[in-house]
């Protein structure tokens, strides 16, 4: 069946311009997870949904920074205002549950986000 | 907080040749997991082999196999007969039920060239 899928693969955009980075998770997966991945920082866990609720959003790097996950499927990471200090690539994950012993974090191919 | 490090920042190996990448990690937790993720060009994140802490066998996967040692809290991958296709970016991962889920703890990761 199909992958995690992530849209779109390329950002450029201005700084203090908004975007939005739209995630499409494996069908019937209830968990998906938000990662950034920069050269400085490595890989950070950003936020995590179970269904539509996220529960934790300590991991989200500034109050310019919003998610959102509608009817257990599609996500969307909002920033708002752009820096240059966030361009990363922003990788989507989603898994079937939230067993760790068997259910595998499947990654998306990422959006690469640069801000001018 | 759990901390994962990877101390060699770029390895290269023959291919057929045996390569082990290290990695440590620090955590006060006795029930978590362990994995190693493999990052090719392309960006996509792919499982390579996963490790419950509560196990004393170490895992394997086909040319793939872990060293773990609980008490040393070390996790190293062992890769057997080297391909080229195996020249990736390697990342050790630390996992635990928190808020945030399952969310993956990454190292900064491993560069594995494999030369012909």
């Known amino acids: 069946g199909a992958g995690v899928s992530q849209s779109p693969s390329n950002k450029v955009t201005e700084k203090g311009k908004d975007v939005e980075l739209r995630c499409d998770p494996i069908?019937?997966?209830?968990?998906l997870y938000w990662y950034r991945q920069s050269l400085g920082q490595g890989l950070e866990f950003l936020i995590y949904f179970q269904g539509n609720s996220a529960p934790d959003k300590s991991g989200l790097p500034s109050d310019r920074f919003s998610a959102e996950r509608t009817g257990g499927s599609v996500s969307t990471l909002t920033i708002q205002r752009t820096q240059q200090e966030d361009s990363a690539v922003y990788l989507c994950?989603?898994?079937?549950?939230?067993?760790?012993?068997?259910?595998?974090?499947?990654f998306g191919p990422g959006t690469r986000l640069t801000v001018l | 907080a759990q901390t994962v490090t990877q101390s060699q920042p770029e390895m290269s190996v023959q291919e057929a040749e045996t390569v082990t990448l290290s990695c440590t990690y620090d955590?006060?937790?006795?029930?978590?997991?362990l994995f190693w993720y493999k990052q090719p060009p392309s960006r996509q994140m792919i499982l390579v082999i996963r490790?419950?802490?509560?196990?004393?066998q170490n895992a394997t996967e086909n040319r793939f196999s872990v060293n773990f040692q609980k008490a040393a809290k070390s996790f190293s991958l062992k890769i057997s007969d080297s391909q080229l296709g195996d020249t990736a970016m390697y990342f050790c991962?630390?996992?635990?039920?928190?808020?945030?889920?399952?969310?993956?703890?990454f190292g900064k990761g491993t560069s594995l060239l494999v030369t012909p």
């Open positions: 991962a630390f996992m635990k039920r928190g808020n945030s889920g399952y969310a993956l703890n």
């Open positions: 490790q419950e802490a509560y196990k004393q």
């Open positions: 069908s019937g997966h209830t968990a």
């Open positions: 994950a989603s898994s079937q549950g939230a067993r760790p012993s068997t259910d595998t974090q499947y």
């Open positions: 955590t006060s937790e006795n029930n978590y997991y």
